[in-house]
């Protein structure tokens, strides 16, 4: 990739480099340009041996679109130009370089320290060290038993898994151009065959992100929110259709690749993954979501509003909004979406409008809300994202809500129902009221369905959807303490001797066949279909913490802290009561280990919750009851005069 391609240098990721951007920006992107330089030419010296010892593939033949990036100083431009270039596949991870420019606020010591203990040069830790310091950890835990008794040796082994992981997290750092951007999925040194694995993904990086602000180390967080979102709009294509622009990528990869007209040198390139590329081809509708929920974060954190306050990021939050508010076919205000489009990335009949997208999408309405600095161009935005929000909350608090009553109600209903003030509005037959929900739906408590379409409920409880939208304030106060009720009340299915399952129930039999396509990897209680999912701890912790109920997380953590280390932090668990690790789950996955870590940390404080939770405000509490006193199926007389929901 050359410098001579890039049609115009824009924007700078140091605040040392002036702007050239006018604040008159238009819906894209994608004329932001943005290049950074960094001179590698000793990488290339050392490229075979580096190759080798980092099993690189050569991929000479595959085309493959990237984005270029050579540091010069302290600024980052980017090039719009892609360059289909044969690369060669290598990881690109500097240890060394963790003290480098981008690293301020005294964070250096913190990595080096680690990194030194670690001897750290490359990207994953030897096994060997990890494994060696493990035992370092249970000699001195063992130590202190003989000394001084159980509970010490209680508090230490807890202490040990947290340094343990906190040196695992920091190994799973990646690094472009010397500074860190990302975490890589899952380090498993055990693994041969890696997959995708070894790639930084947005959703994987959430819990990352926020323990490395809980943590106080921001410069992580804050250069992966500017890279992923120079990657936003990138020309991707699938059989010569592009995604809709604005579509945050599921994944990138740092790659080292020959610069051109030069041989001694190299250049790192970002390669972002948008689902071209991915097992099924899904689209990643949660990764912009989950950005704009991690910019806020950020900000709320560190106390650094000037990332948010960027023209470029503010362009980013907006094209990630106009994609999702742009109008379509669709009758609900819930965002339709194709199957596998969220952490569950496979088929697993959650096409249409699956909660966990819901909770997501609404959380990060609520985010960008208060994010967007007010301008002329905006108020039409604004003011489509207000009504979203109203609809949205009150689609999904009437009509995905479950509980005794509802379901009692449901299983009463009258079908066929032609009229604008139908009870039954999405012609639900009472008999697909499955057996389970019969016997599994407890007195007290009750959940968010997960999915709803025409004549259709799924009854099955997804975890993350129900999660998230305590978190997020989607569910009412009332429902947000009857999902956490369940949770207790259905502890043994759903946590068993893991947190937490992904879904329950698993789909089996011919269910399993039709809906997820005899899919080997999601047998019934196995990954996506009712396995166990130690990362949903984080999520967990932060919805019992926004509701004041801390000791559910805290019981979760001790269920979680008897295995997780011993297991060597599994993606995920299998079987109905998660007593297996799962079939193919990785090890060393790094969204078990930052999860783990966060819940810790949330328990330490519960109020540090707050920079992922979010409140309705007056003015949408008001939308909100506005909208509540004019539904049919409240009020079923004679229909009053004009009702205005505008926000
Ligand atoms: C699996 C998960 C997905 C995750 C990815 C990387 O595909 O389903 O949610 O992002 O692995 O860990």
Redesign the pocket.
Known sequence: MSMGTSKAVLHVLSGAVPQFLSSDLCSSNSDLVFYSKCLVKSVKKKGPKYLRSLKCSGMSGSQIGSYGCKCLGGGLYRNTTIDRLKLLSCKCQQAESVSGVDMGRGNEAWFVDNAKKLNLNGSIPEFEDVEKLKRENEASISNDKAGTGKSTFATASVDSFEEEAWELLQASMVYYCGSPVGTI??NDPTNSNVL??D?V?I??FIPSGIAFLLKGEYDIVRNFILHTLQLQSWEKTMDCHSPGQGLMP??FKVRTVPLDGDDLATEEVLDPDFGEA??GRVAPVDSGLWWIILLRAYGKCSGDLSVQERVDVQTGIKMILRLCLADGFDMFPTLLVTDGS?????RMGIHGHPLEIQALFYSALLCAREMLTPEDGSADLLRALNNRLVALSFHIREYYWIDMRKLNEIYRYKTEEYSYDAVNKFNIYPDQISPWLVEWMPNKGGYLIGNLQPAHMDFRFFSLGNLWAVASGLATTAQSHAILDLIEAKWTDLVAEMPFKICYPALEGQEWQIITGCDPKNTPWS??NGGSWPTLLWQLTVACMKMNRPEIAAKAVSVAEKRLSRDKWP?YYDTKKARFIGKQS?LF???SIAGYLVAKLLLADPDAAKILTTEEDSELVNAFSCMISANPRRKRGPKSSKQTYIV
Do not use: G, L
């Open positions: 999925a899952a995708n694995y790639q993904f959703r994987d599921a994944s991915a097992i969220c952490m569950i990335d496979r990954y996506h993606e990785h996955q790094t969204w």
